[in-house]
């Protein structure tokens, strides 16, 4: 466990949870060993072979390096898979901004080069009315949620550079109302001349610009986030370029979250005629994420899969909760740290799926021991010998079929969210071999896409697998023909199924063969033909669904790589951390266990209660204004009721802790009184549920606690 | 004085950039020296063509009067002048002008825009620069020639720069070394863009020494003129000053404008024909060049679109044939202020999204994609309940978010509705003038709470049984509760809320929901969410 | 081309006596009771009584105080040579107190050739003022500080003030304080302890008389007959000006120049825009030249705002006048879209517009300023700040009218309303 600590504080974008969940992760500690003794109980009546505790512990001990270790790559892996990704998302949008900068600086140019005195004149060259037009890019990021493309822009920026531009990521915090103008053209020259300048002055960059390249290069400039810019700041930037368009060829890209609305709305008219917009688009943040899905999840990159429960978990935490692939990443990057943890048995799942792996290592005798491979019927050895490559081809057979769904859903827009959170559904698979998967009508047309509305779609029905099925039927021959050829790439090197989606191909080739001019009798037995094909399409997309697309907890041995504990992933992500001290502080008496406060029920407040506990209990009495008065004169009367009750308790339990209070009762005198309330007040101040008096209301704090 | 400081400044650049960054210093190899500065450099574009005075007329359409202004106040060579104020609104020629005309009479000048010298210290070091033809460059470390803060030093050194100056524009006329290239012995200071100024300090003492330049320097060879795009009588200052000489430039008439558009075009009589079908419409909303001109390029090349060869003389049946063409995008163009132009590829890649969402028509699935932003559910239903929470009344929510929440508010607004006329009205009034009302956190949270929960229901029971122990119920309670704060900052920053100042009574921030309705509906619509059941109308 | 040069150089001299104020104020300079005198006489007898004074010139801008003072100043010193050295102080430059002493230390290391150090702190310069100005008594020599803007100097504590006058106390000292203003009530600007040192001597300039014009009407356009230009060209030229003067259509136009503002300075700027407007080919002055520049001198920038709306704008200018008129008191840009909407509603062929549109041309009316924004609320966005009309209904009138494109149906709005103002 303290190695998962140092994993837990090494990592940034962990620290926080690991500081809140201090609770949980004892909680961990608490529940693992009771999960092993219940497996255990069961070996050790079922197989006479097992092996005994501390042997078990003992090895337990060994491979708790191994499974560090194995966390470890298998998070490298993901990661550089997650970088990639995303980067040849990005690359084409790169490209094609790359290429408008590099058109729009020639037109820049095309007004001709100026010899040096002019273009550092302090006098705006006028040639034409719109030659004073800055050229704009409005980069849609279409999601309000910044995030995930701070890197993007990043990683523009150094794509730009490579060619050859003059690169300046300025950001909001830039074009802040307090530093003014100044303060952007500070942060813009000390990008662009790589060092600072006593004074701000954008002559400074006309005159740089002539040294060291006159005319070879752009100037860009890159505006993040647009929309958080002080509005009149960055009005009079883009006044002050249009006066030096054509001395300096600067190039804006300003990022915009939401829609192209957001421009007008924060830049002045004036500055708004200063701009030749032209607008590129962003992946948008489902594709990108479908993207990730695929590379990492679907089609296993490393020994780690994700159980149906999950799935669904970090789903929902995308639709609903924050919808960024930052969070998204991170709550596998959770998943991946618990499974290590728990999973005894991940030790072996070193390289187990990737395609080096000889077959020949098979799993651990103890793997028997686990609960998917209870109902195996085969003898177990061979199970043994034989699961990892089992698995591997079932799994391969999973994620080909898979992407052969989504293929089909793709050009309706059906995510692969969806498709993936329904195809590992255990339920739904024994449904459909159980088969009646054709034969129903969807009712009220559910949102089944999109679904960042979280209006969840009646997925216990399987509704959106069969739908996608479905609209293979009245799918047109062009597109079908585009369809196989895709599945004829995703399914290579899955044997059994690239077979038939050949023959598919074939048949459909024949078709394609006739002569374009044909008499309508024909067209339509073409038609019917290329239904016929359809047909078939349809009916091999079902049956491969039936058999292959077997999710991976009805797998055997699947405990191994895959994990499936959304309780303690959800405990670990959405931590709720205001309730959490809140809780704390009403049932404090869980915590430090004396036995006075344990007997009552937790709300009614008692002397022997922590101080800042009972002040807190005390203030639910009040609104969200607390009079101080009220409440100090409260919490006296409590503390100085003590004396009274402790006689008659103080026979039944002494504890150490009241005894110093019924030695000395008159101890609680004014000023005491008012230390303690005045500490305990403060203490609520710093865990964030007060605040302190305001200047208006000297007699009032006020209570700023949300989540109860 | 400059010898003594640019050493002191480079020094200091150096430590800085140590600090900053360690690839601080560039590699000088690479960079070119910059030639010095010398007196050609006062004047308009030295070693030119000179422009002949009809060429000058020319090249400046519908601004003849004001250009004969212009050169009358100037007068002759080397006589003097009272300081002039050129004023007229935006894009009407006014700094093109004088520039040209002093292209035309190569006179020496000082030219600085209060635009691009933000404040009066980048006022001062701006003109000082200029006369003492001091050039920033990476040899004295981007620093100015002089350092001044006050305007008390900036007079003085700007009286001792002119006198350098004039004496050596005098010897050298005499000299006769630049003749013909440098014309006469005055200095012209031109302060553009003036208007600004008024806002740069409230004390006011700029505005009033600027105006009084000319007899604070009693220097008699500097001529002054300011350019402002607001007439005179907008410059308030508590003493007052002695009045400018002012040359008023109008707005283009619908002629000047013709007669701009038509500069160096390949076929005018196609132009001619665009232009009678487009200038006049267009005239009626604005007749500032720079918008016309913004609106007008890209309907030309719609306008062009049909024909083959460009070079074609349009006659009365192609006129029609194209402004037939035409018509349907003059409507959109004449009420769009910003047409963002998309590159080709892209533009591919919105178009078959826009026929996939055709495709989903099909499905009935409108409410899809109507907002083409990603946002969570979460924060739909914290923006859903901002708007309300901006639009309604405080005192309503009760009887809006209470367990019979519809019909108590059908209830609630027919009583509203018959209340009487003028208090509608007042109330309506109040609405145009606060806008959107302003919330505490508190009562936003509040309405989230109701209109989520009510939400969660029906999430839940479409999660299949087991789920709904592990992850429906409870867990998507806490799911769409979790981190709320984070998602109201999230919404800040995209501009959907705005904090609003503080509430008099408790020290509280208050937000603002400056959506518009349809967005509000929308974002409603993608959730399923009644939200003109709760609107309460007034 | 002779005469060309000829008028030229006419022309030239015109405008170099018109720019010259030293020039123009030397008319006033010989009457016995003029400001130059009293003020000479007071000045010159404290150079000669060696003693302190201390002098206030008051009267509104462009009446002379400026030239008057340095026609003094120069003949005192033509007169006492090297007994007098002069101070100059603005109060636009050197309001704050250190950098004004700055600036004394600096002009008085210019006059008795020392070595300034910029580094000195304003405590070092004060005492070195007065040091000098004990040097100065004890050498005879007056030191005349002269502070325009004097008005400006009074703001704030007035240390320099009072540094000033105190040391004038000392019998040593030997200075002239003389404060120039504009504000008529400048000396009641100052604080108890400084008026008690201050003599409150003033002189007020008032702005001349008619008959005072054209005595300088004629000092300033009649061409001198002993100069270089063609003698038959002079006399020609200054028969026409006395034509034009004795014109009573002239008259008429000086009395419309006065009644506006009759100080020197407008008269000059009036005669300099005039000079300006002869056409070089005859290089006569006539009377329309003086006309023209009437009409520049005397401008309605309103007007001319109203007359470049664009329909749009003068649209949303008349409903911001309904609004007006139904004694809404406070509007901003949502309510004028609503009647803009209502009056689109109500009347035909009205021409419709996006918001976004609308918005932009409100914009352009603030940039004209024919409205401003009525409050100070920086964090709303613009339509929702309410805004007021700059203008008078009577100006808007005048405008629709003047206006060639503006619609018919415009006019007529407003005049329904002007009905409804004349019947209710």
New interface residues.
Partial sequence: MATADEVHISDNDLKPFFVLHKASNSQQHARKPVGRTSRKVKVNLSSSLAASDESQLLDDQLHKNSRMKNFHDAWVKIESTIKDVLHNINADVFNEINGWVQKSFGAICSSGKLDTNKATCSYPIVTDVTSNQIFTAFVVMSNIEFVDDLQTFADLGVHLQSHGCHMANLSSVDFSAKSGIGGCLRSLLRQILNGSTDAADISILASWYMEHDNYKNPVVVIIEDMDRCSASVLSDFILMLSEWVIKIPVILILGVATTLEAPKNILSSKAVQHLSPSKFFLGHPTDRLDAIIEAVLVKPCSGFLVGHKVAAFIRNCFLRQDGTLTSFVRAVKMAIVQHFLMEPLSFTVKGLLDEEVAEADAWPRQALDLPSCMRLSEPKSEALLSGASQMKEVLNLWSSVVLCLHEVGKNQRTTLLDLYDEALDPKLYNLRNSDHLEVKPDPQRPSWNYDMHGQSFERQKGGLISRTIRQIRDLPPAALHQLLEKWDKQTEGVDMIHEKVKELRLQEDDNLKEPPTRSRKQTIRNNGNSDKLSEKAAALITCMTREHMQPIECIPFHEIVCFRNADKLQAALVGDPRKRIQLDLLECNKFLKCSCCCTKSHNVPISSMHDTSLMYTLAQEHGNLINLHDWYQSFKAVISQTTVKDKHKSKVSPSPKKRKITAQPQIITEASAQARFCRAVTELQITGLLRMPSKRRQDYVQRVAFGL | MSKEETPQVTRRTTRLSATHTPNAIQSPTKSINLPPLSLHNLVYGEQQEPLTFDDLISSLPGRKNQIFDLLRLLGPVNSPMSPMFVYGSASTGKTSTILRVFRYLNRPFVYSSCRTCYNARQLFDNILNQLLLHRKSENNGYSSAKKCEKPADFVNLLKEALVGVVDGLKRSSSSKKLNGCVNGSMVYLIFDSLELVRDWDKSGTILPLLFKLHDVLKVNDVGLIFISSSSLDTYHSETGFVDPISVYFPDYTEEGLRQIFMRNQANPKLRSAFLDVVLKPFCRVTRRLDELSTALSPLFKKYCEPLDDLNVIPDEETKRKLFSCLQPHIGPALNEILGVTSQSSVEAGIKNNLKRKGGLKKFGNDSIDDIDFHMSTSAKYLLVSAFLASRNPATLDASFFDSTGGSANQKKRRKTSEKSKDLKEASEQELFMKGPGTFPLERLLAIFQCIASSDEYSLENDEDPQETTGLGGDFGENNLMSDILLQVSSLCNANFITKGGSCPLEGSTRYRSTISEDLALKVARSLKFPLSKYLYRR | MKIQRTV?EA??LL??R???PDFIFSLFSDSPDSNYSKLKFIVSSSVTEACNNSILLLGP??CGK?AVLDLVLEDLLKEYPDMISVIKL?G????DDN?AL??IA?QLCIEHELMFSKMASSDDNSQFMIAMLRECGLAHKTVVFVLD?F??FAQGKQRLLYSLLDAMQSVSSQAVVIGIS??LDADQLLEKRVRSRFSHRKLLFLPPQKDDLQRLLKHILLLPTDSTLPHDYVTDFNSRISNIIADKKFNEIIDKLTDADCTV??FV?FL??AV??IDSKSGYMTLENFKSALS??Q?Q??L??L??C???ELYIMVCIRRLEFKE?E???F??VM?EYKTIYDSVQNV?N??R??C???F??LL???LIEFADRGH???I??R?VKLLISPAELHQGLKSNR?CPAILQKLMNQEAKFVANG
């Fill in positions: 030229e022309i030239v405008r170099k018109l720019c010259d801008r462009g400026n603005n636009l430059l050197h309001c950098c700055k600036e600096r803007e008005d400006l504009c504000r300075s407008n700027r300099f825009s300006c407007c520049t001198v401008r920038p309103k001319d705002c007359k470049d664009s329909i749009l809404q406070s509007y901003n949502n309510s609503k021409d517009y996006s976004n549109v918005l932009r041309a914009e352009h940039d004209r300023q964090n709303q966005c339509e929702f309410s494109s």
